[in-house]
């Protein structure tokens, strides 16, 4: 079975600090992806990466950067940690073939509090 | 913006019964899936259909695509309680490697 796995599944942060969420998959899969989760707004792409170093914005992106420097992990960085950043972070991988697009891989999520 | 609008976005049912849930989008795709969330937990892949099929199954599950009219729909047969969660619809744009999330329908199966 895929596993995908995230550093925290709670977290509590002080305004200003800076954040990192670590993220974790274990298919070889090429394409991972951070998305945050708000009621009434649904999920939301922050950034997503279809190999080692390489990275692509997502619909928002403003506060945070990526790295990915071995293919099986993707971190989500926040620079500021800023109130409005509290919210349910998921990470997730999927595989890619071609032109083809495969189901993704959700990890449990982290629910980050900025305080 | 949101691409996939899914309706309704609550429904609540007796156990035994059958839960439809539809989806629809904008843009042409290249494939359409959906999603299953359990409260507070990350999301489980539940069916993946391609521009090109009209219905796929999967145990209870049964998912139709009408292209013509940009939408979708989720058919869960006989529902039990552990069925109880938010069901997502999610699309993949042409000539995008990505996908957009509806904001979900909220399923309660009443025992």
């Known amino acids: 079975d895929v596993k995908v796995t995230q550093s925290s599944r709670y977290l509590v942060k002080r305004t200003g600090e800076k954040v990192f969420l670590e993220c974790v998959q274990d298919m070889d899969h090429e394409n991972m992806f951070w998305y945050r989760q708000d009621p009434g707004l649904g999920l939301r792409l922050i950034y997503f990466s279809y190999d080692v170093k390489m990275k692509e914005k997502g619909d928002i992106p403003e506060g945070y950067s990526v790295s990915r420097e071995k293919k099986e992990r993707f971190s989500l960085i926040l620079e500021s940690a800023s109130t409005n950043q509290t919210s349910m972070y998921l990470c997730a991988s999927s595989f890619e073939q071609g032109v083809y697009s495969y189901e993704q891989y959700f990890g449990p999520g982290t629910r980050l509090t900025v305080t | 913006s949101q691409q996939g609008e899914e309706d309704p976005q609550a429904l609540s049912i007796q156990e035994g019964e059958n839960a439809t849930m539809n989806c629809s989008y904008k843009t042409s795709i290249n494939n359409l899936q959906w999603y299953r969330q359990n409260s507070g937990r990350g999301l489980v892949h539940l069916i993946l259909?391609?521009?090109?099929?009209r219905e796929k199954h999967s145990g209870r599950l049964r998912v139709t695509l009408d292209t013509s009219k940009k939408s979708s729909s989720l058919l869960i047969t006989a529902s039990r309680a552990a069925d109880t969660a938010s069901y997502f619809c999610?699309?993949?744009?042409?000539?995008?490697?990505?996908?957009?999330f509806g904001q979900g329908t909220r399923l309660t199966i009443n025992p």
């Open positions: 259909i391609r521009s090109n099929e």
């Open positions: 999610a699309t993949e744009r042409q000539g995008a490697q990505k996908l957009v």
